[in-house]
């Protein structure tokens, strides 16, 4: 593998870019016509325009990405997240074009992309998941059944769902057929598809996910927890790890889960599963998503590994140079991720240039970011700027630093979230870790 | 800070890796993964291509479709029977070369000739079915060509099936000479034969549709439908330009343009075209129009309240009937019928906005509504023409009444008009003679007419669709010679006296049904708008069915003279 395109922007893209540097790779850059200044595109050895602004005519055009690899010459792809990263169609391009992607093979994102066929392969491995109904339910009348049958309160859920949309709960059979009809509306309305699940709904569960890496060789090894209950209408803030009050003989007993579904899935190269755990200490398979993840650099510090090195290293055929028994969970790392958006107006998008900028640094802070004094933050793509992650050796010194560090966060000419992420951490019910999915909600009460 | 070039970018050595990689040869596309769209220029992958309909995934333009596919787009998997599969080759006139080239098209093509014909099933609607396919000589007519179509249609007309035919073709076929341009006359004499037999024929124009097949078969379809954007024309483009010495505006000759010019029914995108297909062809056939009817019409008798009960001027009535809310054409066609499709054009000049008019079905027989629309909103309104028709309005509702004669739909018409559009391009086109046309026609059409006067029934702009079996009036709809203004300035010279001449003009449904000149008043709602207008579609429809009921088995000939003797009493 000598050079590789990066199929992104942003900070992702630029975070990749710096590991092959590191690892001497030559890396390809391509960027939309309104990121032609952007660092990613500055940064990278070369760099090709695939298409105009709106990201269906650039970053998720398959076929100008594959062009430029042909005419730049790239052996490989990173997708990053988000855009093409989890696109088993543009997989089997890559390898029909004979073009390495980094990430695992096509069948094996297919088989966890539905939501059905990858619980499925997780009950048949042991890994729990959440009790519900294993077929499609289409009426109220055989839901409602089904709804019984499991005990409420439940979560209706359509088949093709994602970030909300086409969710509903239940907490009783007399208002059942009107959640799962509006469900069912929704469903219909954004992926055009009707076919509903229902599972039992999990309540005030945390989100905890685990790290996993494994090469071409059936060697699987997890990097411990994430815990990423602090989210807003199912968009992460804050990441940790290790999660608060996670004793060893759970994250060993969730760790070898992980690992178990992940061979199960036949699993190649980085992924997350991600889990429920609910207050008495159960857990549950929510799924498992085959990408590098943004908060990937909190296991990163706790565990030393750079995941995108090996990303590209388990790619590019390498076997993993670490078993199970090399990880060890070192310290406690925050990540806050930094949005240009506005917290006063419904954290509406904020994009603009950015007219002066300071980010903090010193020991234990990280900053992922493609941002530099004078960039544009252009309103085609997902409002996150920067990644400010901090490492100490404790959660509470951690928390401490990241408080510190979000006060020397400088960003003129775009609103941020950055105060808003500081009340969060200032908040007792964070620093004493009674945190969960609902965390915000609360929160976001007691502010109004 | 502007970034150009600031990063050192010294070269890092590189580090070991995986040893299954040393070989790799970098990037390669296979042959056929993509291709190039000539019109957006982008990359596209093959297969999206041939999923989509042959439209490019990222600019929407449409490519040619091979005939093959065409008809595995159109024609129910496993119905197409095939006929006159294998046509011996002719040279007419010993043109050198040419059977080597038709020879060398047949090897590569996988066709015989440049039309395929046979029968299938649209969406289990039996039809006959003709597709041409622009890679064999650009699907130009010679004698094997038109010999395929004229055959195609005899044998459809021997078994009582419908025709469709997708037209693409560069014209006639230069190297067979004077016999290519008998085969114009060839396919349209036995179009003519399958007309007059009552049977339906569907052309669809596809991009390029030029020269002698315009002129011929594509032209004569009962419904006209066209791909967008197709190149449609007798002459060439390049033709007219260099004859002419000048530039042709964008979008001359294209399928939107024969639209507005009044020669295409209907612009059907690719992958809605089975469907329109398939709809028309079940409006069309043997079975709707002899379904027996089920509903009882006695089932709901409706209170009606006469108009008397209110104590509104005629004059009230008169602003009451010109209500900006008040429900146009179009609003009773979506409550009163179903599986409408508008159909435009006159065949002539243009399409008349202020004249809607099509096909649908009414409690599942099928009907020709045609409908005068003013148009909801000021933009509506003045492409509508204020509900003003010009002659091509009046000469596509003709059409479309003699259309619904040879398939024996009856016809319903809403009458909503301030009068026939006045105005310099009219008289030129002959308002006058278009409106006496309609009253010519109308008074022997062998079906059923029944006209509802909604709104204004502004003299002869409004007679020229209402010479019906029977004419209803709403209740504060109007029926008059002229606008109670006109009225007033020609004869007291004064249009401020517009509110006393209305009152003279004996012109309310009230005064009208004591007149004779109709036979209904149907009642209105406090306030008739669109939200109300369920209120009296609810008393139309049964009437509605009542009145086919009583016309429908009625002879041709009885139909003629009842309608005949209506008007001569008056």
């Not at chain 1, 997708?79 to 992607?101: A, K, M, Y």
């Not at chain 1, 958006?341 to 900053?367: Q, S, V, W, Y």
């Not at chain 2, 409690?363 to 148009?375: L, M, N, S």
């Not at chain 2, 007419?449 to 669709?465: D, F, I, N, R």
């Amino acid at each position: 593998m000598k050079k590789i395109l990066i199929a992104n922007r942003g900070e992702i893209a630029v975070r990749i870019i710096r590991a092959c540097r590191e690892m001497g790779i030559r890396t390809v850059a391509v960027f939309s016509e309104a990121d032609r200044n952007a660092l990613h595109a500055e940064l990278a050895d070369e760099a090709i325009c695939i298409g105009p602004a709106p990201s269906d005519k650039s970053y998720l055009d398959m076929e100008s990405i594959l062009s430029a690899a042909f005419v730049s010459g790239a052996d490989a792809i990173h997708p990053g997240f988000g855009f093409l990263s989890e696109n088993s169609r543009f997989v089997s391009l890559c390898e029909q074009c004979n073009i390495t992607f980094i990430g695992p093979p096509a069948e094996i994102i297919d088989r966890l992309g539905d939501k059905q066929a990858a619980r499925n392969t997780m009950m048949a491995a042991g890994v729990p998941v959440i009790p519900g109904t294993r077929q499609a339910i289409l009426d109220t009348k055989t839901g409602a059944e089904e709804a019984a049958k499991i005990g409420y309160p439940v979560m209706i859920k359509a088949a093709l769902g994602g970030g909300g949309k086409g969710m509903r709960s239940a907490f009783g059979p007399e208002e059942f057929e009107h959640q799962f009809l509006t469900a069912q509306r929704e469903a219909l309305k954004a992926f055009g598809d009707g076919t509903m699940y229902i599972e039992k709904l999990i309540q005030k569960p945390r989100h905890i996910e685990v790290q996993i890496l494994a090469d071409k060789y059936g060697n699987v090894v997890h990097l411990g927890e994430r815990d990423c209950s602090i989210q807003r209408n199912h968009q992460k803030l804050i990441e940790e790890s290790p999660g608060v009050g996670i004793s060893d003989e759970l994250r060993t007993k969730m760790g070898e889960t992980a690992v178990r579904a992940a061979r199960a899935a036949g699993y190649v190269n980085a992924g997350t599963i991600e889990f429920l755990l609910d207050k008495s200490g159960e857990f549950y398979f929510m799924e498992m998503n085959t990408r590098i993840q943004v908060e990937h650099p909190v296991t990163e510090w706790v565990t030393g590994v750079d995941l995108v090195k090996e990303q590209i290293r388990v790619a590019a055929g390498e076997k993993l140079a670490f078993s199970q028994e090399d990880i060890l969970i070192k310290g406690h790392a925050i990540e806050c991720r930094i949005n240009a958006e506005n917290p006063d107006k419904g954290f509406m998008p904020c994009p603009g240039t950015i007219t002066a900028l300071h980010l903090p640094g010193g020991k234990g802070i990280r900053i992922d970011s493609a941002m530099y004094s004078g960039c544009e933050i252009p309103p085609y793509y997902d409002s996150m700027i920067a990644k400010l992650i901090v490492w100490g050796k404790t959660r509470d010194e951690a928390i401490r630093k990241m408080k510190s560090a979000l006060d020397e966060v400088i960003i003129e000419g775009v609103c941020t979230n950055v105060d808003y992420q500081y009340d969060i951490l200032d908040h007792p019910d964070f620093a004493a870790g009674k945190t969960d999915i609902e965390f915000i909600e609360r929160f976001s009460r007691e502010e109004q | 800070m502007k970034l150009d070039n600031v990063f050192k970018k010294r070269k890092i050595e590189q580090e070991e890796l995986g040893s299954e990689q040393a070989a790799s040869e970098g990037p390669k596309i296979p042959a056929g993964l993509l291709k190039k769209c000539n019109h957006c220029k982008a990359a596209i992958i093959a297969e999206d291509v041939k999923r989509d309909y042959y439209v490019c995934p990222k600019c929407g333009e449409y490519f040619h479709v091979p005939a093959r596919v065409r008809l595995a787009m159109t024609v129910d998997e496993g119905t197409f029977e095939e006929w006159d599969p294998v046509m011996e080759p002719v040279n007419p006139m010993e043109y050198k070369g040419y059977p080597e080239k038709v020879a060398a098209l047949q090897e590569k093509t996988g066709l015989n000739e440049a039309v395929i014909t046979g029968k299938g099933s649209i969406d289990g609607q039996k039809t006959a079915i003709g597709i041409c396919d622009g890679r064999f000589l650009m699907a130009s007519m010679g004698y094997n060509v038109g010999e395929k179509i004229t055959r195609m249609v005899e044998r459809a007309s021997e078994e009582r099936l419908p025709v469709i035919i997708f037209c693409c073709s560069g014209g006639a076929r230069m190297q067979e000479g004077i016999v290519s341009l008998m085969q114009m006359a060839k396919t349209s004499a036995a179009l003519k034969r399958h007309s007059d037999a009552g049977l339906l024929y569907i052309s669809v124009l596809t991009d390029p549709t030029t020269g002698g097949v315009t002129a011929s078969f594509a032209m004569l379809g009962d419904i006209i439908l066209a791909e967008p954007k197709a190149l449609i024309g007798f002459a060439g483009p390049r033709v007219i330009e260099q004859t002419m010495k000048q530039k042709l505006p964008k979008g001359f000759q294209r399928s939107e343009f024969l639209l507005e010019h009044g020669f295409v029914d209907e612009i059907v995108e690719r992958p809605k075209m089975k469907e329109a297909l398939a709809s028309y062809l079940r409006m069309h056939s043997e079975e709707a129009r002899q379904k027996e009817t089920i509903i009882d019409i006695n089932a709901a008798p409706v209170q009606e309240k006469m108009c008397e009960e209110r104590k509104l001027s005629a004059w009230d009535r008169v602003l009451l009937s010109r209500q900006n809310d008040r429900p146009v054409g179009t609003d009773y066609i979506e409550l009163l019928f179903t599986d409408f499709r508008e159909l435009h054009g006159d065949r002539q000049f243009g399409d008349d906005g202020a004249i809607v008019g099509g096909v649908a079905m009414f409690h599942g027989r099928p009907v020709t509504v045609i409908v005068q629309e003013k148009g909801k909103t000021t933009k509506e309104n003045i492409a509508r023409g204020f509900g003003m028709p010009k002659p091509e309005g009046y000469r596509k509702a003709l059409r479309l009444m003699k259309q619904a004669e040879k398939f024996h739909r009856p016809v319903f018409c809403i009458v909503d008009t301030p009068g026939a559009f006045c105005g310099m391009e009219a008289e030129e086109r002959g308002q006058g003679e278009a409106i006496a046309r309609n009253l010519w026609e109308l008074s022997s059409l062998k079906v059923p007419v029944l006209t509802v006067v909604t709104g204004e029934g502004g003299s002869g702009g409004a007679l020229a669709l209402a010479v019906a079996d029977e004419v209803w009036m709403l209740e504060n709809a109007t029926y008059s010679i002229l606008s109670p203004e006109g009225f007033a300035s020609i004869l007291w010279k004064d249009a401020k006296k517009a509110d006393e001449a209305a009152k003279a003009m004996k012109l309310t449904a009230g005064d009208v049904l004591k007149s004779g000149v109709i036979e209904r008043v149907i009642p209105e709602p406090e306030e008739l708008t669109r939200e109300t207008l369920s209120e009296v579609t609810m008393i139309m429809e049964p009437a509605m069915e009542a009145f086919m009921q009583r016309y429908e088995n009625m002879s041709e000939e009885e139909l003629v003279n009842h309608r005949y003797s209506r008007f001569r009493g008056m």
